[in-house]
């Protein structure tokens, strides 16, 4: 019986192989019909094409991103910080997260203690626009926001500007105490992609330091 095939250049095509097996593959690689390889083919030729979106569209967003690293270190000379502050703030900003890093150059509206290097506020409110985007309903905001909060809460939880603080620091990835805290639950909770997304960056980044 006649089988067709996926050429190499992506080509519904006869197959010829008669004596030795096909370099195209095996029966998963034949079709009965010229229209059931061109079909394949096409499908082929999509899932090519998304895949090179999908990359692309990775690098578009980096890029972006370090688009607006520069910018924030710009900000932060131009609203009258020396290059010594600035040169501090590189220092953490290089190990953390990429799409963190720009909140390193910008002053934190709290005064507490780990705000002298790294505004929560802003990089949290970043990630809540990137991951529920502008059309959050009235209830999910309530919620929201009362996490956001100050520390002391009642529940006995932390804020969601703590989770974003640690995060922002290179030493969690396989840390069981991060693994297992608070921080990371409430984070997983309110924020769940973008907790996803940086602990996959630090772990590949880890991994490839390693």
């Known amino acids: 019986m006649k089988k067709f095939h996926v050429s190499a250049s992506g080509n519904p095509e006869p197959c010829t ?8 593959g095996g029966e998963e690689a034949h079709f009965a019909s010229q229209k ?14 998304e895949t090179r979106i999908a990359e692309l569209d990775k690098e578009h ?12 270190r710009v900000r932060f000379l131009e609203d009258g910080h020396s290059a010594r502050e600035l040169h501090e703030r590189e220092l953490f900003a290089e190990s ?3 799409e963190l890093r720009e909140h390193f150059y910008s002053d934190s509206p709290f005064n507490w203690d780990w ?12 990630l809540i626009t990137a991951e529920h985007g502008q059309g959050r309903s009235a209830a999910k905001d ?5 996490r956001l909060g100050h520390r002391g809460r009642q529940d006995g939880k932390p804020p969601l500007l703590d989770s974003v603080t640690r995060i922002a620091r290179p030493d969690f990835v396989n840390d069981n ?5 608070d921080e990371r639950a409430v984070m997983a909770t309110h924020l769940p992609n973008a907790l ?15």
């Open 61 to 72: 967003k980096e890029v972006q991103t370090r688009v607006r690293i520069q910018e924030a």
């Open 177 to 181: 105490e991060w693994q297992d805290s």
């Open 142 to 146: 309530a919620a929201l926001h009362a």
């Open 17 to 24: 192989a008669t004596k030795r097996a096909c370099p195209r």
């Open 196 to 210: 996803a997304r940086i602990e996959k960056e630090v772990a590949v980044g880890n991994t490839t330091a390693a």
């Open 36 to 49: 059931d390889a061109a079909t394949a083919a096409i499908q082929e030729q999509l899932r090519t094409t």
């Open 96 to 98: 953390a997260p990429l």
């Open 115 to 126: 705000s002298e290097t790294f505004n929560a506020s802003g990089a949290t409110h970043a």
